[in-house]
C-alpha cells in the first residue's frame, strides 16, 4: 500500500505546474461548497485546511478563478444555495433567516442585506415569488371551508 501511495505521489509531480494548481483550485472548491454552512469558513480557514499560505490561496485564486476572490466565491456561493432554498417548496417553514443561518450567514440583517444585494430583493421577496400562485381550482375548492370556518366562530356573536 504504502508503495501504491508513493507512486501516486510521484505521479502527481510529474503533472506541469499549472495542472497542479488548477486540481487544488478545484479541490479547494469542493471542500468551500461542503462547508458552506459553516460561519468559520475563511480564507485563513481553507489555506490552513490545504497546508498553503493565505497569500497563495489569493494567487491561485486571482489566477484560475477570472480574478474572483476567495471571500467573493464564497459569499457567493452561500447566497445561491440560500436562494435555492429559499425557492425550495420543502424548506417553506423554514424561516428565511434559518435558511441563512444554514448557509454560514447567522446575522439576519447580513443575510437580508447580502441577498438583496445579490439578487435585487430581499430573501422573504424571492421566496414569495417562487411559490407558485394557487390555482383557481385550489381557491375555490378551500373557500367554502374557511367561509364555514368563519361562520362556526362568529356564530355566537350575533
Known amino acids: ?3 501504491w501511495i508513493a507512486g501516486e ?3 502527481e509531480r510529474t503533472l506541469p505546474l499549472e495542472a497542479r494548481q488548477q486540481a487544488l483550485v478545484e ?3 469542493t471542500f468551500i461548497q461542503a462547508r458552506l454552512h459553516d460561519p468559520g ?3 485563513p480557514m481553507v489555506a490552513a485546511a490545504h497546508h498553503i499560505s493565505v497569500s497563495h490561496l489569493h494567487r491561485l485564486f486571482a489566477r484560475y478563478s477570472e ?4 471571500a467573493g466565491f464564497i459569499r457567493r456561493q452561500r447566497l445561491r444555495k440560500a ?3 429559499l425557492a425550495d417548496p420543502a424548506l417553506l417553514d423554514l424561516p428565511a433567516h434559518a435558511i441563512g443561518s444554514r448557509c454560514g450567514i447567522p446575522n439576519p440583517s447580513d ?13 422573504r421577496e424571492h421566496r414569495r415569488q417562487a411559490q407558485p400562485e394557487p390555482t383557481t381550482e385550489e381557491t375555490q375548492s378551500t373557500e367554502p371551508e374557511t367561509q364555514r370556518a368563519f361562520h362556526h366562530r362568529t356564530a355566537h356573536l350575533t
Open 1 to 3: 500500500m504504502a508503495a
Open 27 to 29: 479541490t479547494i472548491r
Open 9 to 11: 505521489l510521484d505521479a
Open 83 to 85: 436562494h435555492r432554498e
Open 67 to 70: 480574478g474572483e476572490t476567495v
Open 111 to 123: 443575510f437580508s442585506r447580502a441577498f438583496k444585494a445579490a439578487h435585487g430583493l430581499s430573501p
Open 41 to 43: 469558513l475563511t480564507p
